[in-house]
């Protein structure tokens, strides 16, 4: 009679052990199921501006032998940024890459020396400045989390000036830059960026690189140029 209650009360313990056991592995499941999933990359619609250094550089040193010097822009463009991945948690570059387009208002200038050979009276200086709409679609690669990354970015944008602003040491100087030259009302080229995003504040650099001139003779000896805007603004996402 012992043997057989000392083999019920055995076999009593092992299924409360294996029972145990069993909630506890449950238990487990349930809190590794609980756990919340790491903060996904969301699209981004941000605004952001600055200032820019504006800068012609020509190829054409015969041309009234003038000398370039920079001027004072600015840029204000409203963005999009959407990244690649964004439904597949497990992909090796979720969040690293992105596409977006940015469109807005900018500028591109520079002043001119025109003293040279020509020997014009008084002060010999245009300032040419251009506002323009702006289009630059971008690829962005992140380093970092939605909470603090920093990022580059490469672009091809296109620019059309809506306004032109001439500013001449003198009026008849004016006049004659006009009737010496035609404008060239758009440009396109590449854009380069580097930053940090904080949350939802943004720090940036980049350079725009217009392959198009400000302006033309309206000769044969057309001017020959890029434009190359350095830029510096801050940004907020939203």
């Not at 970092?144 to 100087?173: C, E, H, M, N, Q």
């Not at 650099?205 to 044969?220: D, H």
Request: net charge negative; aromatic share 16%; glycine share 10%.
């Amino acid at each position: 009679m012992k043997k057989y209650l000392f083999a019920t009360l055995m076999a009593v313990m092992g299924v409360c052990a294996q029972a145990q056991i069993v909630s506890s592995s449950s238990s487990r499941v349930i809190r590794f199921v609980d756990e919340k999933p790491a903060e996904p990359f969301k699209p981004t619609r941000y605004v952001k501006g600055g200032f820019s250094v504006l800068n012609f550089i020509s190829e054409n040193d015969d041309w009234m032998s003038p000398s370039y010097y920079s001027l004072t822009g600015y840029n204000l463009v409203f963005g999009y940024d959407k990244p690649f991945f964004q439904d597949k948690t497990d992909a090796p570059l979720r969040g690293c890459i992105s596409w977006g387009i940015e469109a807005g208002l900018s500028s591109r200038g520079t002043g001119i020396d025109l003293s040279g050979d020509y020997e014009l009276s008084g002060d010999d200086c245009v300032e040419v400045l251009k506002h323009s709409l702006i289009v630059n679609p971008k690829l962005t690669f992140k380093i970092g989390s939605p909470k603090f990354s920093w990022y580059y970015d490469l672009g091809a944008f296109v620019r059309f000036d809506y306004a032109t602003g001439i500013d001449a040491g003198y009026d008849d100087l004016e006049t004659l830059f006009q009737e010496w030259t035609e404008d060239q009302n758009v440009d396109a080229g590449l854009s380069l960026g580097t930053g940090f995003w904080i949350n939802r504040f943004e720090i940036g650099f980049g350079v725009l690189f217009g392959f198009s001139p400000l302006f033309s003779t309206g000769t044969e000896n057309e001017i020959e140029g890029m434009t190359i805007s350095p830029q510096f603004h801050i940004g907020w996402a939203f």
